[in-house]
């Protein structure tokens, strides 16, 4: 198993955000994180990549322990995050950002480069722009684009297709299958429950900082439940 989360426990200050999450990606898969608001979905990806501590239980990495491992030192054995809200460094241009990405790397990246202009073409006739001035899905694809430059066996993204249009969406979605058909392991936090119930191989369901469900993301894609409260589909209606 590549990526192992124990019964872990978070809180900010007083307050419990996650009470005992626990699952697993398999190398070469993609699992969605979907729930509501304030579920704890970006908490639990923060908490993978090391940028929030756990207050208990376990993260295990290629079966090793790396619990207490800091943030960049989980870069280097192959986390990568793409954070919620784009988290770009707006004042640098494209390729600036997308070198920030590679910072825990030695040697040649033009191979790395030439993956992420492959991916997105719009990245590569803008390489000079400063990224502030960018559309929101391209400062997007950027930051997508960044996470991959560390080369990571797991990419974590946190709402890739937030405040994108729905032309842009779909784009995102179809770069996502293709960065999992290319190799790397994908978590996929998604409000956008139907499109990443049809992209994953599984899926997780959170309800206030515990999985209420877990299972095959097609089989998501019919249970009443789902349908009713992430799906805006009613009952009467399946
Ligand atoms: N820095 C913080 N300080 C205090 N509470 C926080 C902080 N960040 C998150 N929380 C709380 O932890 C809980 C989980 O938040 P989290 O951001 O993980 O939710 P989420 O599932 O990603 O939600 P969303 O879909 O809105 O992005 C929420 O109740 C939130 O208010
Ligand atoms: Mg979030």
């Known amino acids: ?29 993609i699992v969605t994180l979907i729930g509501a608001n304030g579920a704890g979905k970006t908490t639990t990806l923060k908490t993978i990549s090391g940028l929030r501590r756990l207050t208990s239980g376990k993260i295990l990495f290629n079966g090793k322990d790396i619990s207490d491992m800091p943030g960049h030192k989980r870069v280097v054995i192959g986390i990568s995050q793409s954070p919620e809200g784009r988290g770009i460094f707006p004042g640098m241009t494209v390729m600036e ?25 719009r990245l590569a006739e803008r390489k000079d722009q400063p990224c502030g001035t960018m559309s929101g899905g391209e400062q997007q694809m950027v930051a997508i ?18 405040g994108l249009a729905p032309m842009l969406v779909n784009q995102i979605f179809k770069i996502i299958k293709e960065i999992n058909e290319q190799g790397t392991t994908v978590l996929l936090v998604e409000q956008n429950a139907q499109q990443a119930l049809q992209l994953a191989h599984r899926a997780y369901v959170l309800e206030t900082g515990r999985v209420v469900k877990a ?11 789902v349908r009713e409260a992430y799906l805006g589909a009613s009952l009467s209606q399946s």
Do not use: Q
């Not at 198993?1 to 898969?29: N, W």
């Open 97 to 121: 950002n997308l070198l920030m990405g590679a910072y825990t790397r030695k040697g040649d990246l033009s191979e790395d480069l030439e993956r992420v202009f492959g991916l997105f073409g």
């Open 145 to 162: 684009g960044r996470a991959l430059m560390s080369k990571p066996k797991l990419l974590l993204l946190d709402e890739p297709s937030m």
């Open 215 to 225: 299972a095959p993301a097609a089989d998501l894609l019919n249970d009443p439940e």
């Open 1 to 29: 198993m590549l990526l192992e989360v124990e019964d872990i426990h978070v809180h900010y200050g007083k307050i419990e955000a996650l009470k005992g999450v626990s699952l697993e990606v398999e190398e070469g898969e």
